[in-house]
């Protein structure tokens, strides 16, 4: 984990996401917290990340997410860090990933 992030306005932040109970709560907190470019900023990065575990090549993810080169580049590279906070969620989800 990234102990620059860690402080307690960030905990703040994510004890807030964790009382949120369904997606509509999430679109009304959401909504309210990012501007809309944020938010599609981080819908995407989740997407460019889940099409990299499934095998797809920058050129089809480029086509189906509209993502830069660079953004898919710098969403593998924090698929390659030690984190694996995009594999937690996707196993949470139940999506299915390229071994």
């Known amino acids: 984990m990234n102990t ?5 306005q960030t ?8 009382t949120l109970k369904t997606k509509e709560d999430c679109y009304r907190f959401f909504e309210d917290l990012c501007t ?4 599609n900023a981080m819908s995407q990065r989740i997407v460019v990340a ?3 575990t499934q095998g797809v090549v920058y050129s089809e993810i480029v086509k ?3 993502a830069s080169t660079a ?3 710098r969403v593998k ?7 694996d906070g ?8 139940g999506v299915k990933v390229k071994k």
């Open 4 to 8: 620059k992030l860690k402080n307690d």
């Open 86 to 93: 995009y594999m937690l969620a996707f196993e949470n989800l």
């Open 50 to 52: 889940k099409l990299l």
């Open 36 to 39: 809309q470019p944020e938010l």
């Open 77 to 83: 590279r924090s698929l390659n860090e030690d984190t």
């Open 64 to 66: 189906q997410t509209s």
């Open 11 to 18: 905990d703040f932040l994510f004890d807030a996401i964790l």
């Open 71 to 73: 953004t898919i580049s």
